[in-house]
């Protein structure tokens, strides 16, 4: 690793938004894949086919936090399940999110709960913090808008499924949880969960990080 190529710079945006005059140190890398793949999923047309997202501006710079092109996402499934609050996700995001829901999350509900999804309840989106909010570490992806972290699911017959109580509650809601932390690893390359550790015990978080020197290895715990 050169060390022209590694920035370590405090976590300007969140003291912008929250009106500190300091923030958190961490450790950013100049990756140039990042811009390669946003620029890439801009340029497939791939979010014109929904409504849900919004354009926003720029969110902080391209070398550090942030994203050049990011997006609000306030449903998926065509409109059908609703992010909650809105996710601030980066393009390549996007479409892995609604095909995880429609091709797994709201399957898996259908064949446990004999309900839809009709809300996927968000703990976080973009956020430019060190990983596991531990001054120093390495600039989480949240900092690229390029993580998601999921605590629940509402279903159409009003019940609730939360990481939190689920992962260790009824047997129906272990079992349907477990479906759909197992299969967002076919979606994301990072997905962590309850077993990982006690930060992840009351959400799923995926991300889109590259992993390993070829960039392909997957992390799903
Ligand atoms: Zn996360």
């Avoid at 091709?103 to 509900?109: D, G, K, L, Q």
Wanted: proline share 5%; with cysteine; charged share 20%.
């Amino acid at each position: 690793m050169r060390l022209s190529r590694v920035l370590v710079l405090p976590a300007l945006i969140p003291a912008l938004i929250s009106g500190c005059s300091s923030g958190p140190n961490f450790v950013a890398k100049l990756e140039p894949w990042r811009a390669k793949e946003e620029n890439s999923c801009l340029e497939s047309g791939v979010l014109a086919r929904t409504t849900f997202v919004a354009s926003r501006s720029a969110l902080g710079g391209p070398s550090v936090c942030g994203t050049e092109r990011p997006f609000e996402l306030s449903a998926v499934y065509g409109g059908r399940v609703q992010i909650k609050p809105t996710a601030l996700l980066r393009c390549p995001m996007i479409p892995q999110v609604d095909r995880w829901v429609s091709e797994s999350v709201i399957p898996a509900a259908r064949r446990y709960f004999g309900s839809d999804v009709i809300e996927i309840s968000i703990a976080g989106s973009y956020s430019c913090r060190p990983m596991n909010h531990v001054s120093g570490a390495k600039l989480s992806e949240h900092g690229y808008a390029n993580a998601l972290d999921v605590s629940g699911f509402t279903l159409a017959d009003g019940r609730k499924v939360s990481v939190k109580r689920g992962w260790n509650g009824s047997e129906v809601e272990q079992a349907y949880l477990r479906v759909v932390h197992r299969s967002a690893c076919q979606y994301f390359t990072t997905v962590l969960g309850p077993n990982h550790d006690r930060a992840h015990n009351d959400h799923f978080h995926v991300d889109l990080a590259r992993h390993g020197s070829d960039g392909l290895k997957r992390i799903c715990k």
